[in-house]
């Protein structure tokens, strides 16, 4: 069995399994002694003690070291939940909530414009020294006039039409 630790809001804090973070207890045998009786060919009844073990605790696993409170969760519906990455439980659900402000969200968008932007001016360097390599002056004019298209991008957050 697993376990989603939560908090009152429904964040997952943690996984935990039973066989992992819980303590193995081991089933409790106790010996008893039964009274049987035997007959004889002759009919003659004799009393015989048999020793038997007998179960009176089965085997479990102590949880009490993992966090509460905590959802109970098959294995199917764990792994579920681990493949969709999931960090919030809503609705009898495990979901993948982006909880990041609004200022945070832009942040990242910007980072990943900024990249492919830089990456964009890398190969535009590239192509405008092969053009001054090859004296095309029409080419490293119009390559240069995109570059500061490029560099100029941040403004709008657009990126300009590719000549590459």
């Known amino acids: 069995m697993k376990y989603a630790h939560i908090d009152k809001n429904g964040k997952i804090l943690g996984w935990y399994a039973e066989e992992v973070h819980g303590t193995f207890i081991e089933e409790v045998y106790e010996e008893k002694i039964v009274q049987e009786e035997i007959k004889d060919k002759k009919g003659n009844v004799t009393q015989k003690q048999i020793k038997e073990n ?3 605790k089965e085997s479990y696993y102590d949880i009490s070291s993992i966090p509460t409170p905590n959802i109970v969760v098959t294995d199917e519906v764990w792994k579920e939940a681990l493949e969709s990455k999931a960090n919030y439980y809503e609705n009898n659900t495990f979901i993948l909530k982006d909880t990041r ?57 657009v990126l300009p039409q590719s000549i590459l």
């Open 101 to 157: 402000t609004e200022a945070e969200k832009k942040e990242a968008l910007e980072l990943i414009f900024r990249e492919e932007r830089n990456n964009l001016l890398q190969k535009t360097d590239i192509e405008i020294n092969k053009a001054i390599d090859n004296t095309d002056v029409e080419r490293e004019k119009s390559l240069r006039i995109y570059r500061q298209e490029l560099r100029d991008s941040t403004i709008n957050w």
């Open 54 to 56: 007998v179960l009176i």
